[in-house]
Every structure is written in structure tokens, then in C-alpha cells.
């Protein structure tokens, strides 16, 4: 069946560090990828997505690469903020539309001034 | 605005009580979800629906139901609550065709069973 295995955290990060959030994935087909974030309280928020491979899905400075040879979408970011403080979840979805999303466990991300 | 609203935020219950967690999407999508989001163990998906009156069992299903009697809302209901069962709850949405459409999700139930 489809899964995805992220990085197991906590990460702590200075401000201004370079951030990366591995993340692989098995599926059959072509899935399509997808990042999200979840701010303390709050529900999850769609960051980015990428629908096949060699897309490049970006937003607020984040950035992932669909790498099908490799099975990856790994999320990077070159300068991060405290602001970015959240747990970002790793997700996957069969073409078919009809199919829920498989999330990874999810790496909380923690920036400090 | 694209909106998944769920009925409460915080709930506390009562070993054997029967609980129901509403949600109402107003984007018209026909498929909503369930999930059940435990620290160490990512997001866990309990039920979904592609239509009204139709349901397809998740990953842990047991102990729990679903009802959607109505395109915008889909109810969780749990029989009979456990103290394992205290969890964050989240609800989500998507439209209905390619798989290249993210799910837009709520802003989570957190439901403590005493």
C-alpha cells in the first residue's frame, strides 16, 4: 500500500539557518505530493504540492522537488524565521481522486531567536 | 473563502457516553474525512466519504461510525467513548475527481474521554 516516512523530530533551528525535512514515499502509480504545515492550535494548512515528477512546488519561501528515481519530497527552506515554528506533515495521494491522503507522522519544527 | 467548519473545538466526555463531532464544509466537495492525529503517530485516517450516504472504512475504524445524511456535513460518532480515544480529531474536505487536489481540513476537536 502507499506510505510516506518522514524525518523524525524535534528540529531545532536557529533563525536564519537552512532548513530540511526529508521525506520519501511509496506508492504505486504516479501519486501527486504534498506539504503541510500546522501551526500550535490550529488544523492543517496546505504549504505546497507538486502533481509530477521534476515539479517544483514552492510557497512563503519553502520549496520541495518531486524526485521520482529517488521517491522524495524533501522540504527545504534557506533562511527560516521563528514564525515557522509548526509541525510539517508529508502527504501523498493516488491519482484517483476519490483516495484520501497518506500522511507521514509529522516533524515539529521549533525556531528560536 | 474555502471553509471546514467542526462544531467544537474542545470537548470533555465521559467513559460510555455517546459522542458526536460535527463538521459542515461549504465548498460543495464531495468527498470529506476523518482523521485522528496522535503525537508520534502523524494523522490516522478513521473513515471517509465520497458521497452522500456513502462511507468507506480508514486505517482504525473501530469503535467509531460515520454519518452523512447531507453533501456538506459528515458526523463521526463514537458509540461509546474510552479514555483511548481521547485524541485530536480532524475533519477534511475534497473535490471530487484527479488525485492532484489537496483535502482542506478543519481546525480540529480536541476530545479528552474521562
Known amino acids: 500500500g502507499n506510505s510516506v516516512t518522514q524525518m523524525e523530530g524535534p528540529v531545532t533551528l536557529s533563525e536564519e539557518a537552512f532548513l530540511t525535512i526529508n521525506c520519501t514515499y511509496t506508492?504505486?502509480?504516479?501519486?501527486?505530493l504534498f506539504w503541510y504545515v500546522q501551526y500550535p492550535g490550529e488544523g492543517l494548512q496546505l504549504l505546497l504540492k507538486a502533481t509530477k515528477a521534476d515539479d517544483k512546488g514552492s510557497n512563503k519561501g519553502f520549496e520541495a522537488t518531486y524526485r521520482k528515481e529517488t521517491t522524495s519530497f524533501h522540504l527545504e527552506k534557506g533562511s527560516v524565521q521563528v514564525s515557522d515554528s509548526a509541525v510539517y506533515f508529508c502527504a501523498l495521494r493516488s491519482y484517483s481522486g476519490n483516495t484520501p491522503l497518506v500522511f507521514g507522522k509529522g516533524t515539529r519544527l521549533s525556531v528560536i531567536a | 473563502d474555502v471553509k471546514v467548519t467542526q462544531s467544537s473545538r474542545y470537548l470533555v466526555k465521559r467513559t460510555g457516553e455517546k459522542v458526536f463531532l460535527e463538521c459542515v464544509q461549504d465548498m460543495d466537495h464531495e468527498n470529506m474525512f476523518w482523521y485522528r492525529q496522535d503525537p508520534g503517530l502523524g494523522l490516522r485516517l478513521i473513515y471517509f466519504?465520497?458521497?452522500?450516504?456513502?462511507?468507506e472504512k480508514g486505517d482504525i475504524p473501530e469503535g467509531y461510525s460515520v454519518s452523512r445524511e447531507k453533501k456538506e456535513r459528515f458526523s463521526l460518532i463514537l458509540e461509546s467513548a474510552s479514555t483511548n480515544q481521547t485524541s485530536m480529531y480532524l475533519c477534511?474536505?475534497?473535490?471530487?475527481?484527479?488525485?492532484?487536489?489537496?483535502?482542506?481540513f478543519g481546525q480540529g476537536t480536541r476530545l479528552t474521554v474521562v
Open positions: 466519504s465520497y458521497d452522500v450516504k456513502m462511507k
Open positions: 477534511a474536505s475534497s473535490p471530487q475527481g484527479a488525485g492532484n487536489t489537496e483535502a482542506f
Open positions: 506508492a504505486t502509480g504516479y501519486p501527486s
